[in-house]
């Protein structure tokens, strides 16, 4: 009967904590990042509270659906460079829109930071459902022109504006730069002549 007892209160112990870190998750993504206060304000140049509250959302999802899922780690390694691209590309988009909104000084950057992420997000959701039936050739082309579109992308919107300082932005800008030119860099030594036997 102990036993019993034992499996039950464990049993609902890892409910209840799951129900929690749901609950947590929600409110962080809801609440927290859904444009206040990452975007709006208090935190829209890095600081302490910027990386606190990034690093609360990243902590609670990966707690909530944890990473170590097949939803991330068996899938091949251009794949999941299409995924960074795709989670750059949504927060750049998200970081435009206060430059647009609220006219800042540099934000003519901003109209084709977001635009080159809606051709992104749409790309890369094309290349996660079709992924393994794209041919290598195809892959190669559009891997190039969407590392020139987002060197393009960083370069104008951090140079130019609006993304002069440290922000989501900025942040975004780079890192989705650099995983295209990871993605470009796995998929052409995917597509080298040594690769095929």
């Known amino acids: 009967m102990g036993i019993i007892c034992w499996l039950y209160h464990s049993a609902l112990l890892s409910c209840t904590i799951s ?15 859904k ?3 990452i975007y709006l304000a ?7 509270g910027w990386f606190g509250a990034w690093a ?3 902590a609670t999802i990966k707690w909530s659906i944890g990473l170590k899922s ?17 989670l750059c590309s949504i927060v750049l988009m998200f970081a435009s829109i206060p430059p647009l909104t609220q006219g800042w000084e540099h934000s003519g950057g901003a109209g084709f930071a977001i635009a080159g992420a809606a051709i992104t997000v749409i790309t890369c959701a094309y290349f996660v459902t079709m992924y393994s039936d794209i041919s290598r050739n195809v ?9 020139v579109l987002w060197t393009c992308v960083a370069g104008v919107c951090t140079f130019h504006g609006p993304f002069l300082v440290t922000n989501n932005g900025f942040f975004a800008a780079w890192l989705g730069c650099l995983c295209a030119l990871n993605f470009m860099v796995i998929e052409m030594k995917d597509a080298s002549p040594e690769n095929y036997d």
């Open 56 to 58: 609360g959302l990243l």
């Open 19 to 33: 129900l929690i870190v749901e609950v947590l998750c929600i409110s962080i993504i809801f609440l927290t990042h």
């Open 35 to 37: 444009h206040i206060t």
């Open 42 to 48: 208090p935190f829209v140049i890095t600081s302490n």
């Open 70 to 86: 097949s939803f991330y780690d068996d899938k091949p390694e251009g794949l999941k460079q299409i995924y960074n691209i795709a």
């Open 139 to 147: 892959m190669k082309i559009t891997v190039v022109l969407l590392f």
